[in-house]
Nanobody
Framework: QVNVVESGGGLAEPGGSLSLSCVVS????????MGWYRQAPGNQRSLVGT???????DYGDDVQGRFTISRDNAKVTAYLQMNSLKPEDTAVYHC????????????WGQGTQVTVSS
């Protein structure tokens, strides 16, 4: 059974920073791509960003230039550094992962709350 566990998050003031981590375990095949998505109440889930084993990244328009994704392949861990936070960044952030044999994310974490408020 593959487990995806997020950590970090919490409360930050507008303009502040937070970081999240995501660890994948129990996978039989190497994890090719990891990603972060977020969902605020009443909204659909939206892309924050993704990163491949080779370090190629892709970001959602709303976070481009403010958020940075990185990963440690040996630890099967992805990180999300969030800077210049805005109230509209408030959401539950979910980590996702997939191996190379699939086109969509197969494994999802339960999510961690990020709240940006003064």
């Amino acid at each position: 059974q593959v487990n995806v566990v997020e950590s970090g998050g919490g409360l930050a003031e507008p303009g502040g920073s937070l970081s999240l981590s995501c660890v994948v375990s129990g996978n039989e095949f190497p994890i090719y791509k990891m990603g972060w998505y977020r969902q605020a109440p009443g909204n659909q889930r939206s892309l924050v960003g993704t990163i491949t084993t080779g370090g190629n990244t892709d970001y959602g328009d709303d976070v481009q230039g403010r958020f940075t994704i990185s990963r440690d392949n040996a630890k099967v861990t992805a990180y999300l550094q969030m800077n210049s936070l805005k109230p509209e960044d408030t959401a539950v952030y979910h980590c996702a992962a997939r191996d190379a044999g699939y086109n969509e994310f197969r494994y999802w974490g339960q999510g961690t709350q990020v709240t940006v408020s003064s």
